[in-house]
């Protein structure tokens, strides 16, 4: 069955950095993007970007451009996104969740909560 | 910058029918948007529930369904549950980019 299982919660200082991993199972890997959803305390859904493992190319939304990478490991089938110069407003959960080609997003990860505190 | 603007809250009486409608500020919403319709509760992870306008997953309750209505993506609930209380996300395509909408949170009361 398919499966996205996410990396536990993190907390991190602001200006620090988090890595979160999307380990995925269950389906070919380079067959479907993996995309990246983050949801602040209180806050709606937000797209920041996807990964397509088949070309190992990325896509990131305007607001993380420059802050935000997104990598593959073929090898493992996982999907990491690591964001840079963290301040207390990137505090939220965020999701890993998969699109087959043409839009369609089904499966979600679990969530990764990632607390930036001093 | 790209909106996509959806009903803050609705209420709806359980076993009654409810609208949620999804527009874009860049112009009427056709199926070149790939809508996509997502359901979230609390302390769970979103569920995605329709894709490309109007397609359910395998498991899309029966009772959900979405489509194109007057320039905006549309998710219809008929026979609502009690269950059916939450936070409603439509996603939308936009070239290289999605944008999701603000959300709906549904009262069902």
């Known amino acids: 069955q398919v499966q996205l299982v996410q990396s536990g919660a993190e907390v991190e200082k602001p200006g620090a950095s988090v890595k979160v991993s999307c380990k995925t199972s269950?389906?070919?890997?380079?067959?479907?993007?993996i995309h990246w959803v983050r949801q602040a305390p209180g806050q709606g859904l937000e797209w920041m970007g996807l990964?397509?493992?088949?070309?190992?190319?990325?896509g990131y939304a305007q607001n993380f451009r420059g802050r935000v990478t997104m990598t593959r490991d073929t090898s493992t089938t996982t999907v990491y996104m690591e964001l840079r110069s963290l301040r207390s407003e990137d505090t939220a959960v965020y999701y890993c969740?998969?699109?087959?080609?043409?839009?369609?997003?089904?499966?979600w990860g679990q969530g990764t909560l990632v607390t930036v505190s001093s | 910058q790209t909106v996509v603007t959806q009903e803050p809250s609705l209420t709806v009486s359980p076993g009654g029918t409810v609208t949620l409608t999804c527009a874009s500020n860049t112009g009427a919403v056709t199926s070149g948007y790939s809508p996509n319709w997502f359901q979230l509760k609390p302390g769970q992870a979103p569920r995605a529930l329709i894709y490309s306008t109007s397609n359910k997953h395998s498991w899309t309750p029966a009772r959900f369904s979405g489509s194109l209505l007057g320039g905006k993506a549309a998710l219809t609930l008929s026979g609502v549950q009690p269950e059916d209380e939450a936070e409603y996300y439509c996603l939308l395509y936009y070239g290289g980019a999605w944008v999701f909408g603000g959300g709906t949170k549904l009262t069902v009361l």
């Open positions: 969740v998969r699109e087959k080609r043409g839009g369609t997003f089904d499966y």
């Open positions: 269950g389906y070919t890997f380079t067959d479907f993007y």
């Open positions: 990964s397509r493992p088949d070309t190992d190319s990325t």
